[in-house]
């Protein structure tokens, strides 16, 4: 009862409410954006394994160049201003590359992920900083857990989605609806309370200095420090395997393409029990031992799919690394907003996400090149590798338990 109360308290919050119907067109727009570009890659290249990774490069290398500099102007900027503002730009460059699409050539699609993942690192932080500002420290855990459960049920109707609207309406419907969910994204974002007025002291701080500030804050949290290392090998480990899901399908598994839709339901269906299940264990388990948990359950899925030739097998494990992403994700985002005031939350996430996101490109960027090499199925056991040295990193955080929940660092 205390815990539908609690649940009921946390809907009945403005902000809640309208980050939640924002985050619903965000997740419609990239995700028909995502696999009609996919598709629409894949039959322009005849299926090339280096192009395919290079829409992963457009989407994510962004998040490396621009995050550090988007938590840094998260800390300084308003954020609700920031976020719609974000949104209206997205829309604009979906439709400038729409038209380019029209007149030109097809490769401007590329420009359709690079454009948003870039406005997107300015405006992610500013959400996480909102959720520090609006959302009661007790129902942190709760709300990180239910946005998660979004973007879960996305993983199952959104590759359908775009698929569905690739398959019907051709590359420029799709390109164009991506631009209408980005718009009614801003829209929605109208009705967040409004930012608060920030009184101006006689001590004023460059970008620059903040910037150094943030990084010695976060040198300065050992917790920090460690988490830092471990996001580092879990982007190698997610990295690699990012762009060759399709691969395990049309060679492994030897099925269609479009069945990569279906491969990533199975993903989506468990990150909705996952979510619930690690809800249900955040008030009896610590986030680093879920972390901990979910990253060795992981390596191991991940090196049974690459093995793995028996649909049935493969689907399983697949099963059960989309069971273990809310732990790993909601541990994630939930300490970064314990370990860090108000005032760091947008530098602490704008340097954390990097070393994910660095590592991730990078693998990324060599995906494609490895899996020639050394084939698809060694390609994941070094991603399992990866995945095993990220639990070993933060043993020493599972096991001390002089740990507290929160760590404060004067700066």
Not at 258 to 268: L, P, S, T, Y
Request: net charge positive; hydrophobic share 55%.
């Amino acid at each position: 009862m205390k815990q539908e109360t609690s649940f009921k308290e946390f809907l009945g919050n403005r902000f809640v409410r309208a980050i939640l119907l924002s985050g619903l067109f965000l997740q419609l727009g990239i995700w028909v954006r995502n696999f009609s570009v996919l598709l629409f890659v894949m039959e322009q290249t005849n299926e090339d394994p280096f192009a395919v990774s290079m829409i992963s490069v457009a989407e994510f290398a962004p998040i490396f160049i621009f995050s550090i500099i988007g938590g840094t102007f998260a800390d300084r900027w308003k954020p609700k201003k920031t976020m719609v503002w974000c949104d209206i730009l997205s829309a604009i460059s979906v439709f400038a590359v729409l038209l380019t699409l029209i007149f030109a050539t097809w490769k401007v699609v590329f420009f359709a992920m690079l454009i948003s993942s870039i406005l997107s690192q300015f405006s992610q932080p500013s959400g996480m900083k909102l959720f520090k500002v609006h959302v009661p420290e007790k129902q942190l855990q709760m709300g990180m857990s239910i946005y998660q459960t979004m973007f879960a049920l996305f993983m199952i109707i959104g590759p359908v989605i775009g698929t569905v609207v690739f398959q019907q309406y051709g590359i420029e419907v799709s390109i164009a609806i991506t631009g209408v969910m980005f718009l009614l994204s801003a829209v929605a974002l109208m009705f967040l309370p409004a930012d608060k007025l920030v009184e101006k002291t006689d001590e004023q701080t460059t970008v620059l200095e903040e910037f150094v500030q943030g990084f010695k804050y976060v040198m300065k949290n050992r917790f920090l420090t460690i988490l830092g290392a471990n996001f580092f090998v879990a982007g190698l480990a997610v990295g690699l395997i990012q762009p060759l899901g399709i691969f395990i399908v049309t060679e492994q598994l030897q099925m269609d393409k479009e069945f990569v839709q279906w491969f990533m339901a199975i993903n989506g269906i468990a990150m909705i029990i996952g979510g619930g299940i690690a809800l249900a264990l955040s008030k009896k388990v610590t986030p680093i031992r879920m972390l901990a948990a979910g990253m060795f359950v992981n390596a191991l899925m991940i090196s049974v799919i690459g093995f793995s030739e028996i649909l049935w097998l493969t689907l399983i494990a697949q099963f059960f690394t989309g069971l273990m992403m809310p732990a790993i994700q909601i541990s994630i985002n939930t300490m970064i907003l314990q370990n860090a005031e108000e005032s760091f939350v947008g530098r602490v996430n704008g340097i954390m996400t990097p070393l994910f996101m660095g590592a991730m490109v990078l693998m990324m960027s060599l995906a494609g090149i490895l899996k020639q090499q050394v084939g698809l199925g060694i390609s994941y056991q070094v991603s399992a590798v990866c995945m095993v040295i990220g639990v070993i990193l933060v043993l020493p955080l599972v096991l001390d338990r002089s740990i507290k929940k929160r760590v404060k660092v004067n700066v």
